[in-house]
């Protein structure tokens, strides 16, 4: 069964600290690309990074340059996502995606909030 299932999110105050998991199944993970998209209240979906297969190329979305850092282990069929100095507009949840497809977690809920 290809299945992405997202963990680690929560609430947080401005400038704490989050490590996203995201954890896959089902498809050739280690030769996947693959991309962290969030959800904002009320809004459309916003790219926020991308890994290629082998871990050693990200990109991100300029509003999180800096402060978030996207790795894997793909002997653990594990995308992560480490963010960082977190600010109130990254309240969204979070989802991970396999780039090039519609596959996506059902996602994480992250909050920062004082």
């Known amino acids: 069964q290809v299945q992405l299932v997202e963990s680690g999110g929560g609430l947080v105050q401005p400038g704490g600290s989050l490590r996203l998991s995201c954890a896959a199944s089902?498809?050739?993970?280690?030769?996947?690309?693959m991309r962290w998209v969030r959800q904002a209240p009320g809004k459309g979906l916003e790219w926020v990074s991308e890994?290629?297969?082998?871990?050693?190329?990200?990109y991100y979305a300029d509003s999180v340059k800096g402060r978030f850092t996207a790795s894997r282990d793909n002997a653990k069929n594990t995308l992560y996502l480490q963010m960082n100095s977190l600010k109130p507009e990254d309240t969204a949840v979070y989802y991970c995606s396999q780039s090039g497809t519609r596959l996506r977690g059902q996602g994480t809920q992250v909050t920062v909030s004082s």
């Open positions: 089902g498809f050739p993970f280690s030769r996947s690309a």
């Open positions: 890994i290629n297969s082998g871990g050693d190329s990200t």
